[in-house]
């Protein structure tokens, strides 16, 4: 009874240190960090213009009058010197000069006013996702009652050789001679 004891005690160490080793070896879980972002823009403008114009004409007119008075004499003399007749023609004349000055002063005044409001919202969302490998070694322990009646148990170490493959083999103690076993197993979700 004692050394079965031993025994069992022993496998609990041992299984205690394989778990140990197993758990600080293990790989940093994959990471996948995905951000998405949605932005909403808002925006509102208005304007504003008025013009205001003013003007201002100044006129001035002038007229100038002047009267020309034109004497156009005929004198005929005869033969011997005298005069025979004069005749005198009085041609008058109006002239009338009109002088406009003008003179214009024009301002403009613009005013304009443009407001302009642009709303940004972002939203940002960001999701995780951690994915763990799947373990490469696994340990565990098995335990039964053999066909002629005697319990049985022992240590199993199984080892992920591509995918959901795994390959197995361990000891069974308790019968007269220790019996080792190897095997072939498939893991599922």
Do not use: C
Not at 96 to 106: L, N, S
Not at 131 to 154: C, M, N, Q, T
Request: charged share 25%.
């Amino acid at each position: 009874m004692k050394r079965k004891l031993m025994l069992a005690l022993g496998a609990l160490v041992v299984l205690f240190v394989v778990f140990a080793l197993g758990r600080w070896s293990a790989r940093e879980p994959n990471v996948t960090v995905e951000a998405r972002a949605k932005e909403t823009v808002a925006a509102a403008a208005t304007s504003t213009r008025s013009a205001t114009e003013t003007a201002t004409v100044t006129a001035a007119a002038q007229t100038d009058r002047r009267e020309a008075e034109v004497v156009a004499r005929d004198r005929w003399y005869r033969p011997d010197g005298s005069l025979e007749r004069e005749r005198e023609v009085k041609a008058s004349q109006l002239a009338e000069r009109k002088t406009e000055q003008t003179a214009g002063h024009v301002q403009r005044a613009e005013q304009a006013t443009k407001v302009e409001t642009v709303e940004v919202v972002r939203e940002v969302e960001k999701l995780v996702e951690v994915e763990a490998e799947a373990p490469r070694w696994l340990i565990g322990g098995i335990a039964g009652i053999g066909l002629d009646g005697v319990p049985v148990y022992g240590p199993q170490l199984h080892y992920r050789v591509a995918g959901p493959v795994h390959v197995s083999g361990g000891v069974l103690f308790g019968g007269s001679t220790p019996v080792a076993h190897v095997g072939l197993g498939l893991s599922f979700q």
